[in-house]
């Protein structure tokens, strides 16, 4: 394979499952909803807290930057370490001044290529995965069976090539042979036809009530917008939203062109499929994962209010066939039969179309992945130059990163790389530095003298309330005895494992609404892959997840010293532990339940250390002297201190201990290489302040820094202790 054609893919992986900020997590069940993730993703499931603040406080935290901290001259000896080219090697930079910079001064400059630890953690960690696929690959029994038609399948390129986009026309044929209702309804209710279970109401995922935490519900709603969110339909006139605009309809138009589409009936199917998008969006009041309460009904009445439409039959298809809870809009399936009438029914079958292919993108053949890689990569300002990547390893890169990253196949493959590298050893010392930490932040919370007794006490209950899932999903092991894949050697598809699949994790979805809720329960088929760089707390479980796949070095290593270990995934469970307690964590409760539990007059105490914190951020112009939106990274400013507060609080206890070791390993952690394109995105865009940020920002609010490296007034890493902002 030529490198040229690797570096494509290898862009094309950067982006798509790495996203545009430094930890890439990509969740495909979401049981909470509300997941706020450490480090490099912007993450369709995390939430922001620029959201919420209204614009009157991001107007009084701009104005307030004078008064909070004066003619302060913090960050302005500070360069910005990760773009490319800004530190040379001959750089004299002093700790004192740029911690960050100094710190990881002799990795910036060993290379101008794109890097970042979470990267080099992710190929850490791939490299152990090959060990296991040659180790399944000489296994038997069912579970290793499935698992390797699937790996054939999908890295079968030939194969793939010679029937292009043959298996996906097959389904589409099934959808224009659609002329009428009774048509349209036998199609939804056909698993075989409609593997994915697309419909204008579609069973998307199961959802908590906030009110009873215990009853988990069968949520409907419309599928994903082919724009993304409602805004993207109606307030489109942003230069970002018509580029997104413009490539999703690019990336459609690559698939419709080697289906036969004239560039009329391309045209013309867009224009089709965003009508009925509209249409439903119209005739619905938006469903959320984490606000269902006010949706919740009884099946029955759900089955009434559709009426004549088959929801009934929909349900059974996926195995729920007793009684369960349903969250869906009443007004939406009211309307149901009425959309699915004979005047909209050319628009259903062009959304059903591009609902199947938008699905199925990079299922089909490689001269179509390799363009969508470099559409993509140059959409994002991400390099595609020729790579000296071994084209062995690129096709494995390519089936760990895009196939095995989530779905239920990643289940048995995780279990054995959790046999062959987790040890009871590493387990329990995992386990028992998450302890340590929520001990430690147990006495963070008591010290403070902002909080009242009676806000102290409610924080505790919470905070040991909290469920910590470490490194190994905790539920048995997926059987898949009722799947059964059919192999390339029986003629076989990849796309059409790849339906099987998703069908598959769908029923195992269903048969939890039968199930006693247990937030305990880690489930490794619809839940969360463990093998995925990352960590993050959700609030409607009040649990934090650290995933095998972040314990690779500099986080975790055999032989690391117990300060680097603190300064690494120390502050990174400890940051998410502040999850719970941040501007988004604390709307939920101890159980899960999103109400009002805090103190008000902890909460307003509360709230103005917030605003101390956005306007530091929002003093800082790291582009062109735009002012960084403080408002957009306070949550993830506050978790990162937050982590190093808990984390220094156990230091405090060991006479002996090295904080040089402990602060260099955290600045560590954030050192990054972009160009200065991918960098503006990340300001802009991200949750998460720029990684150099998060380094020193994060360590010039502790006297333990200041007196280690003997910080002066005047250094650029000196900030007078009146004008500090961690919040805890």
Known sequence: MKKRITALILAGLIVTASGCAPLMNTVSYNPGGNETYVGFTENDSGTSTDDSASSEKQEAAKSSVSSLFGKSTYGTKWVDSEVIGRVKATDEIRLQDDFAAAVNQEWIVSSDETAMVFQEVEDAVFDKEITILEKISNMEGKNAQEFNKYYDLATDWDTRNAQGVGPLQAYLQEIDSISNRDELYAWITDTKKNPLGIAPVMYTTNARSEDDPSKVVCKLDIPDRFLGSDDSYYNASTIDSIDMKMLKEQELSFILDALGYSEKQQKQLIRSNYRMEKKLMSARTQVTVDAVDPFIMSKAD???????????????????????????????????????????????????????IKVNYYNLDRDLYDQLSELNSNFNGVSTEDSDMDPERMENMIFFQRYLATGAMSAVFNELYLEEYVSDEEQQRLEELVQTL?????????????????????????????????????????????????????????????????????????EDLYREYDKNVWNPVIGVNTLGTNAFYTGQENAIYILAGICEYPFYYEGISDEELLGTLGVVVGHELTHGFDQNGIQYDKDGIRKEWFPSTDKMAFNDRVMKLTGFYTGLRPFNQTPYNGGKVSAEATADMGGMRITLNIAAKDPDFDYDKYFRAEATMWRARYSEKVEKTYFENDIHPLAYLRANVTVMQFEEFVETFNVQPGDGMYLEPEKRIAIW
């Open 302 to 356: 759900a089955l009434k209010l559709a009426g004549s439409y088959p929801l009934e039959e929909y349900l059974s298809a996926f195995g729920i066939t007793g009684d369960i809870s349903v969250a869906a809009d009443k007004k939406l399936l009211k309307k149901l039969d009425r959309l699915c009438s004979g005047e909209n029914l050319e628009k259903i079958k062009a959304f059903l179309k591009v609902q199947y």
């Open 438 to 510: 929520i001990d430690s932040y147990r006495e963070v919370i008591l010290s403070e003298d902002w909080i009242s007794d009676e806000g102290k006490k409610l924080a505790v209950e919470k905070l040991d309330c909290v469920v910590p899932h470490v490194v190994s999903p905790n539920s048995e092991m997926i059987n898949y005895d009722d799947l059964n894949l059919v192999s390339k050697q029986d003629g076989g598809s990849f796309l059409e494992a790849q339906l099987q699949l998703n069908y598959f994790a769908r029923c195992r979805m269903a």
